[in-house]
């Protein structure tokens, strides 16, 4: 089990940009009404054939060269499931893939969501070439986050240069204070 959600989120994110995605969607939602914590990364790299998806929840298994273990997916699953929750993953081989996970908020065995404000900022800032999306939802708030949008606006300002870094840490911190 990793230490926090977040953790596992950017292992995902990591996975995706290694499989070329250059476009990220990553969707939280926290339900206190439904006991949810609910996750899912989407991309649209180069995806999976059939046989590398019915292997890549095996912990003796991945596609990386020189590794003979792929631990993150596994251990998402594993703590899904453990904390009475739920995995799913589908991909098409050329299109992409979607990982989602679901989590009963008041399992003992939930380990902490982390700190969602610096997993967006350091995967937007770490990352200027990847498109990210973040959808981010609570029972009575959502928000959102384009680093396309963004980078538009910018006109041709890095995302990851300090003046940008330092508004969008303020601007991450002002306008998600509502989740936690």
Same mark, same amino acid.
């Given at each position: 089990?990793?230490?926090?959600?977040c953790?596992?989120?950017? /292992?995902?994110?990591?996975?995706?940009?290694?499989?070329?995605?250059?476009?990220? %969607?990553?969707?939280?939602?926290?339900?206190?009404? #439904?006991?949810?914590? !609910?996750?899912?990364?989407?991309?649209?790299?180069?995806?999976? /054939?059939?046989?590398?998806? #019915?292997?890549?929840?095996?912990?003796?298994?991945?596609? #990386?060269?020189?590794?003979?273990?792929?631990?993150?997916i596994?251990?998402?699953?594993?703590?899904?499931?453990?904390?009475?929750?739920?995995?799913?993953? #589908?991909?098409?081989?050329?299109?992409?893939?979607?990982?989602?996970?679901?989590?009963?908020?008041?399992?003992? /065995?939930?380990?902490?969501?982390?700190?969602? %404000?610096?997993?967006?900022?350091?995967?937007?800032?770490?990352?200027? +070439?990847?498109? !990210?999306?973040?959808? $981010?939802?609570?029972?009575?708030?959502?928000?959102?986050?384009?680093?396309? +949008?963004?980078?538009?606006?910018?006109?041709?300002?890095? $995302?990851?240069?300090?003046?940008v $870094?330092?508004?969008?840490?303020?601007?991450? /911190?002002?306008?998600?204070?509502?989740?936690?």
């Amino acid at each position: 089990m990793m230490d926090e959600i977040c953790a596992h989120i950017a /292992d995902l994110v990591v996975n995706s940009i290694s499989a070329g995605a250059k476009h990220i %969607k990553v969707s939280i939602e926290k339900s206190n009404v #439904k006991n949810e914590l !609910f996750v899912k990364v989407s991309d649209d790299g180069k995806g999976m /054939d059939e046989s590398t998806l #019915k292997h890549v929840i095996d912990p003796f298994f991945s596609t #990386k060269t020189g590794r003979k273990v792929g631990l993150g997916i596994p251990l998402l699953k594993g703590t899904a499931e453990t904390c009475g929750g739920s995995f799913n993953i #589908k991909s098409i081989q050329g299109k992409g893939t979607d990982i989602m996970a679901s989590f009963q908020l008041s399992h003992p /065995d939930l380990p902490p969501l982390g700190n969602v %404000k610096d997993t967006i900022l350091v995967l937007s800032i770490s990352n200027p +070439e990847v498109d !990210f999306f973040f959808d $981010i939802k609570n029972d009575i708030m959502s928000f959102t986050f384009n680093t396309k +949008e963004i980078k538009t606006l910018l006109d041709g300002l890095p $995302i990851n240069s300090p003046e940008v $870094i330092k508004f969008l840490k303020n601007y991450l /911190d002002e306008h998600l204070d509502f989740f936690n």
